[in-house]
Nanobody, 121 residues
Framework: QVQLVESGGGLVQAGGSLRLSCTASGSIFSINAMGWYRQAPGKQRELVAGITSGGSTNYAGSVKGRFTIYRDNAKNTVYLQMNSLKLEDTAVYYC???????????????WGQGTQVTVSS
């Protein structure tokens, strides 16, 4: 099986910064992509940022220019540097990893346990 361990969440004042990390371990043949979704109470889950094996990145419009996603392939770890945090960034952030199968005939998605990010004024 595959496990994702997230860390880095916490309480921060508006305008501050946090760095989330997510490390994958277990039966990994190849990683196609990693990133984070987030969900606040009463709101739709949304993709925050993702990065592919080739290094292409994708960001939600609300975080462009403030968040940066990057990866350390040797450690099977991705990071989300979050700067200039706003109240509306408050949510549970869930890491995901898209793994290629051994045969290369599909992709499986695994989820981290979630980490709470709370931004206060």
């Amino acid at each position: 099986q595959v496990q994702l361990v997230e860390s880095g969440g916490g309480l921060v004042q508006a305008g501050g910064s946090l760095r989330l990390s997510c490390t994958a371990s277990g039966s990994i043949f190849s990683i196609n992509a990693m990133g984070w979704y987030r969900q606040a109470p009463g709101k739709q889950r949304e993709l925050v940022a993702g990065i592919t094996s080739g290094g292409s990145t994708n960001y939600a419009g609300s975080v462009k220019g403030r968040f940066t996603i990057y990866r350390d392939n040797a450690k099977n770890t991705v990071y989300l540097q979050m700067n200039s945090l706003k109240l509306e960034d408050t949510a549970v952030y869930y890491c995901y990893v898209d793994l290629g199968t051994f045969l290369g005939d599909g992709t499986s998605r695994y989820w981290g346990q979630g980490t709470q990010v709370t931004v206060s004024s």
